[in-house]
């Protein structure tokens, strides 16, 4: 068997280039903005730190929820409050159901605030459903 020539040879070719790209992307990477990042719209300032997670923040949410529905309240970015019946009585609904599953495991402060939440969103729904119904006639 013969030795190949020196024409024959593998030749190995080294990019230089390479590193400058390796460079250049990485640059890139660490001037934009991370993907987990939340960055506030324009205009908007922060909003603070969030309150921490118990039943009253979540049974809030959903009375809130509830008081947009009935065109209490303005939807966030919304030019003027806007009623919706069938999603109000959901979130009422809603409410009822964690009142009842929590039964027993809340704080006499959570019962109270709870039963509050609970008597404003169906007097707030009755009053207007009422209005809703004088309106169509």
Known sequence: MTEPSKDQEKKIIIDEDWKSQIEAEKLAAQQEP?????????????????????????ASSLYLQGMIALGLLPAPGAESPEVNLDHAKHTIDTLQM??????????????????????????????????????DQ
Not at 37 to 53: D, H, I, K, N, Y
Request: glycine residues 6%.
């Open 34 to 58: 991370e993907p987990a990042e939340q960055t506030e719209p324009a205009g908007q300032e922060p909003e603070g730190p969030l309150p921490p997670p118990t039943l009253t923040v979540l």
């Open 98 to 135: 964690l009142e009842e599953k929590t039964k027993g495991n809340r704080t006499p402060e959570e019962d109270k605030e709870m039963d509050e939440m609970l008597h404003q969103s169906r007097m707030a729904f009755v009053s207007v459903q009422q209005g809703s119904a004088a309106a």
